[in-house]
């Protein structure tokens, strides 16, 4: 912040410091202002949607959420007779060991696939963009972030990181460097 005599003052923890105690270097200014804004903290409510489809795919995923299938028994078959039968499926198809080994089904029931639904289909879909917003959000190319590409895209995008993105990032700390 300014002090009344406009000089800056930087704040750290109960200490404040002049400016010939700290080496600012000055980032992006909203309006010009004397402080550099955060690219976390100018994006922070795309990233916190991000974190929080982040935290909702894994619970949904780990808790399965969404069964694959569902057996339907025909009336008359009573709650002793499914719990003896989801036993059975239970422990014959529990766990990743026993994943699509075959069952036989009796009394009549019947098993139905559930295909994932096509808002799901988006979902996981937008996590593979989530990681390219906050690649943009700090101007990071998608290719250098496994996204997209093969190693000549990559090549290209990191050159062109280097060259438009940290350069004048590093001509920036030089001035600063050079002005203290």
Avoid: C
Avoid at 67 to 81: N, R, W
Avoid at 101 to 124: C, E, S, V, W, Y
Wanted: hydrophobic fraction near 35%.
């Amino acid at each position: 912040y300014l002090d009344r005599d406009g000089r800056k003052v930087f704040e750290v923890g109960q200490t404040k410091y002049g400016p010939e105690s700290i080496l600012h270097i000055r980032g992006q200014t909203i309006n010009g202002g004397p402080f550099g804004v955060s690219r976390i903290y100018q994006h922070r409510d795309p990233l916190g949607a991000q974190l929080a489809a982040q935290r909702f795919e894994g619970a949904y995923f780990r808790n399965s959420a969404r069964p694959d299938l569902v057996v339907v028994y025909p009336q008359g078959v009573t709650k002793k007779q499914h719990d003896e039968w989801f036993a059975d499926w239970d422990s014959t198809h529990g766990g990743p060991s026993n994943a699509g080994k075959p069952h036989a089904l009796g009394g009549g029931a019947d098993i139905k696939t559930i295909p994932i639904n096509m808002r799901d289909a988006q979902f996981i879909e937008g996590r593979r963009l989530s990681v390219e917003e906050v690649g943009r959000i700090m101007d990071v190319d998608a290719a250098l972030l496994g996204a997209e590409g093969d190693i000549d895209a990559r090549k290209t995008a990191l050159e062109l990181f280097l060259r438009l993105q940290l350069t004048p990032r590093l001509r920036r700390i030089e001035r600063a460097i050079k002005a203290d």
